[in-house]
């Protein structure tokens, strides 16, 4: 009996962990972000894939700033990029954002911070057509910092995203 017991503990710790990793919903919806790489939740497979749905159940946040690619005062709706980190339970030190024409650019784990980038799937309100920097939009609130104001941040907002590969 007790190696029964024995038996079926040791069962129950092994399932325990694949189920704890697949615990975020699958999209319903079309997917607008997949999330691959060193990331501990995941739904597909080895990725975290997200429909707008899904988004927006992780607390968005609203923005008001200007930005270099629009005119006068914007306001972007997302998701912080630290939260969905947070969700997907990345360990890497950057990130690879990818955009659906295949550009791409490195955010370091440091612009993962509260007050930092949102991935944003709203601008004034409306979601954003890929005609128009969406459907996903990576955005500082560059009004809020001037450390947000430089070359190197212009750089990282990186719009028409679709994929987010974290890196060791």
């Known amino acids: ?9 040791l069962a129950l ?21 997949t999330v691959t790489g060193a990331i501990g939740v995941t739904n597909d497979g080895d990725a975290a894939a997200f429909d707008r749905a899904m988004l927006e159940e992780l607390d968005p946040v609203t923005i008001e700033t200007t930005t270099i690619w629009t005119d006068g005062v914007q306001t972007f709706t997302g998701v912080p990029l630290d939260r969905l980190m947070d969700v997907v ?10 955009a659906i024409n295949d550009y791409s650019v490195a955010i370091p784990a440091s612009d993962w911070v509260d007050g930092g980038p949102i991935v944003a799937f709203l ?3 409306e ?4 005609r128009d920097k969406g459907p996903l939009w990576i955005v500082w609130p560059f009004d809020d910092n001037p450390a947000f104001q430089t070359e190197t941040i212009y750089s ?4 028409q995203l679709d994929r987010i590969e974290v890196l060791d």
């Open 1 to 9: 009996m007790t190696g029964l017991s024995s038996v079926s503990l």
């Open 13 to 33: 710790v092994l399932l325990s962990g694949p189920l704890a990793a697949q615990d975020l919903a699958r999209p319903e919806g079309d997917v607008l972000l």
């Open 89 to 98: 339970g990345a360990t890497g030190t950057s990130v690879d954002a990818t």
């Open 123 to 125: 601008n004034n309100g």
């Open 127 to 130: 979601p954003m057509s890929v």
């Open 156 to 159: 990282r907002s990186i719009w």
